[in-house]
């Protein structure tokens, strides 16, 4: 997949009514921290007010992990995530039971992925996304790589492309600064 040129970047940007992602590795930094009892993950809090940005404007999230996690379940609930599948089965079957409940088309998801485990997800998305420490298949399957690495910001960097995309980012600006 070839990457997409500015203007085209931008006209997928605007199109998107679903933002999927990975977890582990796109919203936290791939480490996980385990005793006996319990499972700790690092999470950047400018994804989640991103997130909630998008779910504000009306565009629907969802996350779809290769893990079972109870951290990951924790955040989902403290954001609000509208969907959250971490069954361990192909994560283009989980997208597609969200776009058969939403109505929405592959052309109007953007998707985060950084491991093998997402490339059948990043090749049908109408915008591919991937991580500066994704695996070299990822990058190759990507419309556009972040700046910012996984769990630092990089899904607050594709949130604010699409809000710009849509002319949304500078009253949303706006909003706040008053």
């Given at each position: 997949?070839a990457r997409k040129s500015g203007v085209k970047l931008r006209e997928s940007?605007?199109?998107?009514?679903?933002?999927?992602?990975?977890?582990?590795?796109?919203?936290?930094?791939?480490?996980?921290?385990?005793?006996?009892?319990?499972?700790?993950?690092?999470?950047?809090?400018?994804?989640?007010?991103?997130?909630?940005?998008?779910?504000?404007?009306?565009?629907?999230?969802?996350?779809?992990?290769?893990?079972?996690?109870?951290?990951?379940?924790?955040?989902?609930?403290?954001?609000?995530?509208?969907?959250?599948?971490?069954?361990?089965?192909?994560?283009?079957?989980?997208?597609?039971?969200?776009?058969?409940?939403?109505?929405?088309?592959?052309?109007?998801?953007?998707?985060?992925?950084?491991?093998?485990?997402?490339?059948?997800m990043l090749r049908r998305a109408g915008v591919a996304v991937a991580v500066?420490?994704?695996?070299?298949?990822?990058?190759?399957?990507?419309?556009?790589?972040?700046?910012?690495?996984?769990?630092?910001?990089?899904?607050?960097?594709?949130?604010?492309?699409?809000?710009?995309?849509?002319?949304?980012?500078?009253?949303?600006?706006?909003?706040?600064?008053?």
């Amino acid at each position: 997949m070839a990457r997409k040129s500015g203007v085209k970047l931008r006209e997928s940007f605007a199109k998107v009514r679903l933002f999927l992602s990975d977890v582990d590795g796109i919203l936290t930094d791939a480490s996980v921290f385990m005793d006996q009892e319990r499972e700790i993950k690092r999470f950047h809090v400018m994804d989640g007010l991103g997130l909630k940005l998008l779910r504000r404007e009306g565009i629907k999230v969802g996350w779809i992990s290769g893990r079972t996690s109870p951290a990951t379940l924790r955040r989902a609930h403290e954001l609000q995530i509208d969907f959250l599948f971490q069954d361990g089965g192909r994560k283009v079957d989980a997208a597609e039971k969200i776009l058969k409940e939403t109505g929405f088309g592959w052309d109007q998801v953007c998707y985060m992925g950084d491991d093998i485990l997402d490339l059948g997800m990043l090749r049908r998305a109408g915008v591919a996304v991937a991580v500066p420490q994704a695996v070299p298949e990822v990058k190759a399957a990507a419309h556009f790589i972040t700046r910012r690495p996984g769990g630092h910001g990089a899904v607050r960097e594709v949130v604010e492309r699409i809000l710009k995309a849509q002319n949304r980012w500078a009253r949303l600006v706006e909003e706040y600064a008053a």
